[in-house]
């Protein structure tokens, strides 16, 4: 009898383990899924749950600012086998840094130097101009050590420099600028920052983030700052400095000290918040609608962060029905799109009268 006894209690202790182990996690789980409905994806109660970050494409921040409107300002990010949680906006920072330990914390602004495999926007390299060598009413020579389009009187006290986007300086687009901002009495300088070797998107075996690692925006700022100095040596009083696209970054760097005396940014790529706040000079931000490297609601945080500081001067506008390089990379055939973007051209000229004279 008592072996019987034995041998149930046995039997019985094995069924209550294989129940409680096999049965009752799935409940649970049934009693979560039958939870009443809330507006977020599964994972983590609460929390949004991104697998990993390649499954947020190509622009990163674009797709994280596109899920803090849905789901909130905090997520759950999986980077290899990191796992790392996210704010998306500064009002979540506070709660973030006393209440959790974690692995990294970002604003949505400075998510947007999250850089990943290949850059290659469709928006920033679409619609590549044909160059040419020879266009635009200027001349070519070396000047700070590059070759140089230069345009406008030689002796003006007045200049204003151009820094290109991906394609260089020889876009015509680009150049047109440079002569109409020479008739506007200003010594214009668009130096070839790339070397000679703008973005291709025609050959296969270069991407995007090879190009980018071959052109380091550190690299081609020093370079900037030799052409700001020749400038000087010439006998400019006052510059004013203007970036498209890749070479707005440039812009912003060089405002962050007294190179330049005002700057403007035309639909600028990957400048993050921190860089906004550093800058030390009048500053411009020129923005499309429809952008997906500096969509208007960061360009709008920028704006936010530099009439805070109040001791710089700032102009931000967003320009409805245009996308991303629509100021240099217009068709010329196109009416309306030659209109909008001299409005943009206009709207620095005007920037630059009110500082550069």
Request: aromatic share 8%; net charge neutral; glycine share 8%.
């Amino acid at each position: 009898m008592a072996i019987d006894i034995i041998w149930f209690r046995g039997i019985a202790a094995a069924t209550l383990v294989f129940f409680l182990t096999r049965f009752v996690p799935r409940f649970l789980l049934l009693l979560l899924l039958l939870e009443p409905a809330r507006k977020l994806p599964p994972g983590s109660k609460g929390w949004l749950v991104v697998g990993a970050l390649p499954l947020l494409g190509t622009m990163p921040h674009v797709a994280l600012a596109q899920m803090a409107k849905k789901y909130g300002p905090i997520v759950f990010l999986k980077m290899g086998t990191c796992d790392m949680v996210l704010s998306l906006s500064r009002k979540g920072d506070a709660s973030l840094s006393n209440g959790l330990s974690l692995s990294l914390s970002i604003t949505l602004s400075s998510s947007a130097a999250i850089v990943l495999g290949d850059m290659a926007n469709e928006q920033c390299c679409a619609n590549a101009p044909t160059l040419s060598s020879t266009c635009g009413a200027g001349h070519v020579e070396e000047f700070g050590g590059l070759k140089t389009y230069i345009s406008g009187p030689s002796d003006s006290k007045l200049a204003i420099l151009l820094v290109s986007d991906v394609f260089g300086y020889e876009a015509p687009n680009l150049r047109k600028l440079a002569d109409k901002c020479a008739a506007a009495g200003y010594l214009v300088v668009v130096p070839d920052f790339l070397h000679g070797d703008p973005f291709d998107k025609s050959n296969p075996n270069r991407t995007f983030q090879a190009w980018s690692d071959a052109h380091p925006i550190d690299k081609a700022t020093e370079t900037a700052i030799s052409v700001v100095e020749a400038l000087k040596a010439k006998g400019v009083s006052k510059i004013g400095c203007a970036g498209f696209c890749w070479g707005a970054k440039v812009v912003v760097k060089l405002g962050q000290h007294p190179y330049i005396n005002a700057a403007v940014v035309l639909h600028p790529s990957f400048v993050t918040l921190d860089e906004i706040l550093a800058v030390k000079v009048p500053i411009s931000i020129l923005g499309a609608e429809n952008d997906q490297i500096s969509p208007p609601e960061l360009l709008k945080q920028f704006g936010k962060a530099l009439e805070a500081k109040k001791e710089v001067d700032c102009f931000l506008k967003i320009f409805p029905g245009v996308s991303h390089g629509w100021t240099v990379k217009y068709p010329s055939d196109d009416e309306e799109a030659v209109k909008r973007a001299a409005e943009a051209h206009q709207d620095m000229l005007d920037w630059f009268a009110k500082f550069i004279c």
